[in-house]
Structures are given as structure tokens and as C-alpha cells.
């Protein structure tokens, strides 16, 4: 499977994987209200690009992780936090204490997760009042623009099924999608922040990137060979050996709802 693809290359994941925004982690921390007392569940943590600065808060965090290799650097990641705790299982079957979390998060990972329990899951382990905090991650326009522009040919080349003439959107064609989770009678009050960086790598350092995304693990050796030399020199020939890439991280937020009488309203998610 794709979603298992990372946990191949956790150390490399670990060392060009860009961390999130702080005004990102900063809206998280201020609309959950995290501190020392607080529950945190993070969900698919990776090596901890989210995880880090959050247990900073000094919250009890726990954070369920896919990938062995990925769950163990990211417990490296968090030596001198006592208080986090990194699981190896998978989302879609673990079973969370019931309503008992401050704050449930998942950060460029929510789309890996079961779209037919995700949105239910995640509100039945958060405690009434508790928030839900999912990062989207989009690659935009922005940057070297004309870069990624000039190497779609090498795309429609080298992997299949690449659509011809794609180009990147700009930040304000780009829409996350909601309605799952106002669809979901667990959650209500949902929100989209948008917040976008830019991250200028090298050729080698811009390669290592693409080494970590599953559509360029998941390539046969000669055509991903046949991918990245073709862009390498692309990149030393015309961008004198740098690339800007813009990235888009919208922050959906939505509260778990209380019943009537204020206590937790249950739900059957098999």
C-alpha cells in the first residue's frame, strides 16, 4: 500500500520533510487552550513534524503511528518529553479511550485514513468541547513556479498516468474540503485557516524531497531514475541549482459536540 511507503526512508522523511508554520502550531496550541493538563492525540505523526513543537506545550500527548521506523525516530525526536508517548498501530482499528481527548490532530495525513469512519473515529475520542485540528498540505503556485511548470514533460515522460499540461493553482483556487466534517453530527463550529511558506532547496536537497512522497517511491527503478536525472538537470541548467516551492497548509478545526443534557453524544462507528 501507498501509505506505507514512508516508513522505507523515516530517516530521510526526518531530515527534508519541512516542519509546519509557527503561526500553524501557534493557532492549534491558542484554539485547543494546550497545556501541562492537557490530552493530545496526534494521529500519523510521521517522525514528528507536529509532534515536537506540540508536546513542547508540555501536554500529555500520544501519538499513533503507522510505520515502526517512522514511530522510532520520532521517539528520538521526543527524548527529553516524557509526557509523549509514540504507538506503533494503525488508526483505522486502534481503540482510543472514549471521549477523553483534549485536542485529536493528524497533519498531511487525514487522507490516508478510512474516509468512511475517519471523521466519526476522531470525534469519539475527543472529550465534548474537545477539538478536532487537521493540516492539509497542498503544493501551489508561488516560488520557482515556472520550474514545476517546466517539468511536467518529464512527468508525462517517466510516470504514468501523469495528465498532460498540468500546471500548479494558485493559493486561492485551492479549496479544502469540509463537508465530512459538517456532515458529522459529532462536530460542529468548523473552520479553515489557510497559511502558506515558501522552502528553497537545492537540486540534491530538492531530489531527497521527492524521495520522500509515495507516487515517486512507488516508481519503477528506471523510471524514477529516468524522473530524477531528468530533473536534476533541469534544475543545474536553468534555475542555477535552486528551486522555491511554495507550500499551502489549511487548518481545519471543528469542535465535538455536547448532547442536550452537556454530556458526550455517542456514536457507533463499528
Given at each position: 500500500?501507498?501509505?506505507?511507503?514512508?516508513?522505507?526512508?523515516?530517516?530521510?522523511?526526518?531530515?527534508?520533510?519541512?516542519r509546519y508554520?509557527?503561526?500553524?502550531?501557534?493557532a492549534?496550541?491558542?484554539?485547543?487552550?494546550?497545556?501541562?493538563?492537557?490530552r493530545?492525540?496526534?494521529?500519523?505523526?510521521?517522525?514528528?513534524?507536529?509532534?515536537v513543537?506540540?508536546a513542547?506545550?508540555?501536554?500529555?500527548?500520544?501519538?499513533?503511528?503507522?510505520?515502526?521506523?517512522?514511530?522510532?525516530?520520532?521517539?528520538?525526536?521526543?527524548?527529553?518529553?516524557?509526557r509523549?508517548?509514540?504507538?506503533?498501530?494503525?488508526?483505522?482499528?486502534w481503540?482510543?479511550?472514549?471521549?477523553s481527548?483534549?485536542?485529536v490532530?493528524?497533519?498531511?495525513?487525514?487522507?490516508?485514513?478510512?474516509?468512511?469512519?475517519?471523521?466519526?473515529?476522531?470525534?469519539?475520542?475527543?472529550?465534548?468541547?474537545?477539538?478536532?485540528?487537521?493540516?492539509?498540505?497542498?503544493?501551489?503556485?508561488?516560488?520557482?513556479?515556472?520550474?514545476?511548470?517546466?517539468?511536467?514533460?518529464h512527468?508525462?515522460?517517466?510516470?504514468?498516468?501523469?495528465?498532460?499540461?498540468?500546471?500548479?493553482?494558485?493559493?486561492?483556487?485551492?479549496?479544502?474540503?469540509?463537508?465530512?466534517?459538517?456532515?458529522?453530527?459529532?462536530?460542529?463550529?468548523?473552520?479553515?485557516?489557510r497559511?502558506?511558506?515558501?522552502?528553497?532547496y537545492?537540486?540534491?536537497?530538492?531530489?531527497?524531497?521527492?524521495?520522500?512522497?509515495?507516487?515517486?517511491l512507488?516508481?519503477?527503478?528506471?523510471?524514477?531514475?529516468?524522473?530524477l536525472?531528468?530533473?536534476?538537470?533541469?534544475?543545474?541548467?536553468?534555475?542555477?541549482?535552486?528551486?522555491?516551492?511554495?507550500?499551502?497548509?489549511?487548518?481545519?478545526?471543528?469542535r465535538r459536540?455536547?448532547?442536550?443534557?452537556?454530556?458526550?453524544?455517542?456514536?457507533?462507528?463499528?
Amino acid at each position: 500500500m501507498l501509505r506505507e511507503t514512508f516508513d522505507a526512508v523515516a530517516e530521510r522523511y526526518d531530515r527534508v520533510r519541512p516542519r509546519y508554520p509557527s503561526a500553524l502550531v501557534d493557532a492549534i496550541v491558542t484554539a485547543a487552550g494546550l497545556g501541562p493538563d492537557s490530552r493530545v492525540l496526534e494521529i500519523a505523526p510521521g517522525t514528528g513534524q507536529l509532534t515536537v513543537p506540540l508536546a513542547a506545550t508540555g501536554c500529555r500527548l500520544t501519538a499513533v503511528e503507522l510505520g515502526a521506523s517512522l514511530a522510532a525516530v520520532a521517539r528520538r525526536n521526543l527524548a527529553d518529553r516524557p509526557r509523549a508517548e509514540v504507538v506503533v498501530a494503525d488508526f483505522d482499528v486502534w481503540e482510543p479511550p472514549a471521549a477523553s481527548f483534549d485536542l485529536v490532530t493528524c497533519a498531511t495525513a487525514f487522507h490516508w485514513l478510512d474516509p468512511a469512519t475517519r471523521a466519526a473515529r476522531t470525534a469519539a475520542a475527543l472529550r465534548p468541547g474537545g477539538l478536532l485540528a487537521v493540516v492539509v498540505t497542498d503544493h501551489v503556485a508561488g516560488g520557482t513556479t515556472q520550474f514545476f511548470h517546466d517539468s511536467q514533460v518529464h512527468y508525462e515522460r517517466w510516470v504514468p498516468g501523469t495528465p498532460p499540461g498540468l500546471l500548479l493553482k494558485d493559493a486561492s483556487e485551492v479549496t479544502a474540503g469540509i463537508g465530512e466534517f459538517e456532515r458529522e453530527p459529532g462536530y460542529e463550529d468548523v473552520t479553515v485557516t489557510r497559511f502558506t511558506q515558501d522552502v528553497t532547496y537545492s537540486t540534491d536537497r530538492y531530489l531527497e524531497v521527492l524521495l520522500t512522497y509515495s507516487n515517486h517511491l512507488a516508481l519503477d527503478e528506471p523510471s524514477r531514475t529516468g524522473l530524477l536525472g531528468a530533473l536534476r538537470e533541469l534544475i543545474d541548467t536553468r534555475y542555477g541549482g535552486t528551486v522555491t516551492k511554495r507550500y499551502l497548509h489549511e487548518l481545519l478545526t471543528a469542535r465535538r459536540t455536547l448532547d442536550r443534557t452537556g454530556a458526550h453524544a455517542p456514536r457507533d462507528f463499528g
